[in-house]
């Protein structure tokens, strides 16, 4: 049995849906099954044996599925003072940034930086690259950036210096829509997101950055 279950949770599933039709052949009552398993989901929380009303996720084949379901109950400046505390004394409580990073989504993240900054006068990233290094490091300041944000350094990275990253090149730019979804309040990250966030962060289009550095049919 082929299981796509990882597929799910890491593609645009507009892409993946495009991808079984024009190049795997799926059809009709396959690709609907595909599509259904995508839409109409809900969530339940369980806490000592007591279960929550179920709730509509708002995620569905217009979106992208992350694995990481939004915090609740979820109190942003409670989550800063925790990275907060890690940070503080001699040695830094790593265990505890792992489970703020790891338990909240893109955006609740973005509002616990905000926290942060408004409680404690300084910035989150800056902290935390005074307190961690290596891999570590890059992890996690990478969790704190916006999709598009990400999206725009990683095109930049794999094209600056001697040789172009070309397998990151297609993997960013073959794997977003160059159409925004209907619904501006849905998470989902187009090109016209990461252009502009390219623009703004080197001053220069997309378009043109890659132009210069690529040729040919590529």
Excluded at 3 to 17: E, N, Y
């Amino acid at each position: 049995m082929l299981d796509l279950s990882a597929a799910f949770d890491t593609i645009d599933h507009i892409a993946l849906l495009n991808r079984l039709e024009q190049q795997f052949g799926f059809s009709e009552k396959p690709l609907q099954w595909v599509a259904s398993y995508l839409s109409d989901r809900f969530q339940t929380v369980s806490i000592d044996g007591k279960v929550s009303e179920p709730v509509l996720l708002t995620f569905s084949v217009k979106l992208i599925q992350g694995t990481v379901v939004p915090n609740s109950p979820f109190t942003a400046e409670i989550s800063a003072q925790k990275l907060h505390k890690a940070m503080k004394g001699l040695d830094t409580d790593e265990k505890t940034i792992i489970d703020v990073m790891a338990s909240h989504t893109n955006q609740q993240r973005q509002e616990i930086a905000l926290a942060y900054e408004k409680l404690y006068d300084k910035n989150l990233p800056a902290e935390l690259k005074s307190e961690i290094s290596g891999n570590f490091e890059n992890l996690v300041l990478a969790l704190l950036e916006t999709p598009a944000n990400y999206d725009a350094k990683e095109i930049k990275f794999a094209i600056k210096g001697a040789g172009t990253d070309e397998g990151t090149l297609i993997e960013i730019l073959s794997s977003r829509s160059n159409q925004r979804p209907p619904n501006r309040l849905t998470k989902h990250i187009d090109m016209v997101q990461i252009k502009s966030e390219f623009q703004r962060l080197y001053g220069k289009s997309l378009a043109s950055f890659i132009k210069g550095d690529t040729s040919g049919d590529f």
